[in-house]
């Protein structure tokens, strides 16, 4: 496998914590500590275009295609809808004194993590909050769909995987899932696995079905898995890691493939925070404490 750093995007005053993809496969936005957010594109990707500044850090955006919105996370304080046609505010919403970590949609439904262990229901159309579950005192750090069951699987950072259904968000699982925080999830796009990555370092692959029996336990990095995510094709995943690196591993036999680091391919100097794999060209968008994003180009020679 070959990796080709191919750009280096600049302009965040601190960390970059969010990466999503926007309406065309070569634009995604970004935002972090600095309460930026900006919107790239891939084709000419050394300048990017201010689309909001929010007061505090944003540690999750979220797209929503079918009103070419976008949801920002801010810490503090709660949700505010970019209208990305206008490139202004269009409502907000007082919604928690905690820190967001997470939010995905759902048919009219956004789910919002936030950092006092509360999962928050909203509905769209109303900016209205539908429900609060509280299932632990911990702070919910990821957020993971899987639409064939109709579930929501949640990490927590007291170690604990716990899965809500979709239709009437009850509790329909929960099992320690690591030893520490859980920091991210993703479904394989067949929904075959779950994949959890952890404080611990350990990359875990459970069977998506119940009980969420352990398919493998993989010891991935040396510090604190931050954010995993498959390539659209669902043939590769990537993971990101405190300890600088992003790991490329095939995604049919769990293999390791490739170390993109600062040795190897001039990587990220700190924390790797985010990955977004994007449809255009299958380009990897890596965001890091280091303030900057990195792209990268991914083939097979």
């Not at 689309?51 to 070419?68: C, F, G, L, N």
């Not at 996370?73 to 997470?102: C, M, P, W, Y």
């Not at 969420?212 to 995943?237: C, E, K, M």
């Amino acid at each position: 496998m070959k990796v080709d750093k191919i750009a280096t995007l600049t302009g965040h005053r601190d960390c970059v914590y969010a990466l999503e993809g926007a309406d065309e496969p070569h634009r995604f936005f970004s935002a972090g500590g600095d309460g930026l957010v900006v919107q790239w594109n891939l084709q000419n990707p050394s300048d990017g275009e201010l689309i909001a500044r929010v007061p505090a850090s944003v540690y999750a955006i979220r797209y929503r295609r079918e009103t070419d919105q976008l949801w920002v996370g801010q810490n503090f304080e709660g949700i505010h809808v970019i209208d990305l046609r206008k490139r202004e505010e269009q409502k907000s919403l007082k919604l928690t004194a905690a820190a967001i970590f997470d939010i995905q949609f759902w048919d009219d439904y956004a789910l919002v993590g936030a950092s006092d262990g509360t999962l928050i229901v909203v509905s769209v159309p109303d900016l209205a909050v539908r429900k609060h579950l509280r299932a632990s005192d911990k702070s919910v750090r990821c957020l993971a769909l899987n639409p064939l069951r109709r579930e929501v699987a949640v990490g927590y950072s007291d170690s604990f995987i716990r899965v809500f259904s979709l239709d009437d968000f009850r509790l329909k699982h929960a099992f320690e899932a690591h030893a520490n925080s859980v920091f991210t999830l993703a479904y394989a796009p067949d929904y075959r696995y779950l994949l959890s990555g952890s404080r611990d370092a350990h990359l875990k692959i459970w069977n998506a079905e119940p009980p969420y029996a352990l398919h493998q336990s993989i010891v991935a990095h040396t510090y604190a898995i931050n954010h995993v995510t498959y390539r659209p094709d669902g043939r590769l995943f990537a993971t990101g890691s405190m300890d600088k690196s992003i790991k490329v591993w095939d995604a049919h036999a769990f293999r390791l493939l490739k170390v993109i680091d600062r040795a190897r391919h001039a990587g990220h100097g700190t924390s790797v925070n985010k990955l977004l794999w994007t449809e255009y060209a299958n380009q990897l968008v890596s965001g890091s404490d280091d303030r900057t994003l990195s792209v990268w180009e991914t083939g097979f020679e």
